[in-house]
């Protein structure tokens, strides 16, 4: 993806100055979030760098007096089943730095991010994560310009801010279940993917028919299907169609826990042995995978790690390092129990 | 319980000043958390005021030049089942007066929790709740001082400091679950209670003795179990002791949806009807209860309504309210399910 940074760069803020008619000094302070410039000036100056994308270099940000050792999460749903890991992981890189971190939630909503952000640059946060607690997808930038404030995306991202997004690897976690399974002698392998709408689902298609195809055994169209949701409901229901498919799957594929967990039902249902007749393996990681009977191998999701290198790019920033557009993305990792390799497995 | 006020209100700001050895002036900026006290002098204050138990009455902290629209969670568990819904229900109390709420994760360690408030402080928050996100239990006060800042607890509680302290009403829930329990005509009911430490183990098993007593059907100690965890293989285990006694129950009372979840599994395991032969209800309400076979009666926690108090409560302090030492119960709810009505029931 190109970065929208070479254009960035050359505006300077003399540039900022000039257009919204005001002193450098003041576009300064605007960006120092100080409170010594009028409501109306500020916006001008504001709107004038989110025009003319004018990105402050660490010199710029530096005139801030002294860091406040907090930073800010900012996600778009609370109750999101990842929010609490990618938390935790930003909690762990703060702690190395002494840093304090705090969350809110914006509901998704476009006026109440603006509203906290507000505050949060108000509360003089050295920082802050925008993230999704759901979803990866792509976003526009903040919803109130961040000219003096690092900020990295997690979970999500924006196509052209000039910041990382930090994403999961999710295609290489479908080659890391296909390698498996074919590693485990399955040939016919069926795909339980997420709804078409979702980025993950089209990222881990790829993965699963490159490596499939790679190694000889090219994912057979007659043995995909996708889920109008993630639910163990769909996941049921889909894995029935496969099994009763001319020629059935020797594994099944849920680009979900919660899917694979509806199949390892259907499959119980039938009265055939799990991995012997049908191996399983489901993706994300959630608690209730390794609850499973049998217990389920899955592609980890890598979210505590995802956090804590989300918390390190922005500390490092906050510290004066410079950011770019990048995307990142962190490897999932496979977590092998009965589901595929029996009861004989140790699992982990 | 007796209130610490009636002590508490006999100490002046002129007592601080003149037990520290400072000016009156010098008290109330370290009240109002002004930065031109020296560090040492701020601490003397501090401990003074812990050691006398002064509380500054609205007048005193309204000295604080303005509100910053944000107050902030101290939890002590991010990860605890009950956070997001605590924290879902402050939002919509602050909401009501346009106040953002951020969140912080002190893991239950004081030194975070003190490190925490430190940084909370600094950035004004108006208020703070201090909420444990798993479990009710008495605690001390807040690891740091707060005399400028009003807190309440939430899912947890100071038996001596004068802020209120929002807990759902773990009794009252036992006496809903008993008293349904006798509307279908049970009289043999069997409890699962949770570990013996908590405290809502104790309050559960008081309301339902008390209930079932008034009515003539007593509580058979035979019937009465104690999980060593809150899970469904728990109450499975001890489901199945239960359904093997002399004379098996016809209702059993699960103190959470996991431990009635793994009694459900034995009473199917058995081939025995739910609910014709052995009805069950659960505690909490959590999302896996609608989705049993068949749904299961619960007893919702107010968690919603709990941190809507808790919001309320804040604010009005905020707003100048007097705060003082009480326990408020929040009223639990009895959700109906087909677990004890029959599948004819429509569910809610």
């Known amino acids: 993806m190109a970065s929208a940074n070479s254009t960035a760069q050359r505006v300077t803020i003399r540039d900022v100055a000039s257009v919204a008619g005001v002193s450098t000094a003041t576009v300064s302070k605007v960006l120092n979030d100080r409170p010594d410039v009028g409501p109306e000036v500020r916006q001008r100056v504001l709107d004038t760098i989110a025009r003319l994308g004018y990105r402050p270099n ?36 703060a702690s190395a730095y002494d840093v304090s971190v705090l969350l809110a939630n914006s ?37 109130l310009p961040l000219p ?30 296909a390698q498996h399974l ?22 881990r298609l790829d993965g699963l028919t490159a490596t499939l195809a790679a190694a000889g055994a090219p994912l057979r169209p007659a043995l995909i299907r996708h889920a109008a949701s993630w639910s163990p409901q769909d996941g049921y229901a889909l894995a029935t169609e496969l099994l009763d498919a001319p020629e059935p799957p020797d594994a099944i594929f849920g680009a979900s826990d919660d899917l694979a967990t509806g199949a390892l ?23 209730l995978a390794v609850h499973q009977r049998p217990p389920l191998t899955t592609v980890a999701l890598p979210l505590l790690e995802m956090g804590r290198v989300a918390g390190q790019r922005l500390l490092e920033a906050v510290n004066g390092g410079q950011q770019r557009h990048e995307l990142i993305r962190v490897p999932c990792e496979l977590r092998v129990r009965a589901s595929t390799v029996g009861a004989g497995h140790t699992p982990r």
Chains 1, 2 share one sequence.
């Open 58 to 93: 660490a010199v710029a940000r530096g005139l801030r007096a002294r860091h406040t050792d907090t930073i800010a999460i900012l996600t778009d749903d609370l109750e999101g089943i990842f929010t609490n890991a990618l938390m935790r992981g930003v909690e762990d890189a």
């Open 107 to 143: 509901y998704g909503d476009p006026d109440r991010e603006r509203k906290h952000l507000r505050r949060l640059l108000d509360r003089q946060m050295d920082g802050l994560i925008i993230m999704s607690g759901n979803r990866v997808r792509p976003r526009s930038g903040p919803a």
């Open 148 to 177: 003096a404030t690092p900020y990295v995306f997690l979970y999500e991202y924006a196509a052209t801010e000039p910041v990382p997004s930090i994403l999961p690897d999710d295609r290489g976690g479908a080659v890391l279940a």
């Open 182 to 203: 074919l590693d485990i002698g399955r040939r016919r392998i069926g795909f339980i993917n997420g709804p078409a709408s979702w980025e993950a689902t089209a990222d």
């Open 265 to 287: 039902a259907a499959i119980h249902e039938r009265g055939l042995r799990i991995p012997e007749d049908v191996a399983v393996v489901g993706f994300d990681d959630r608690s």
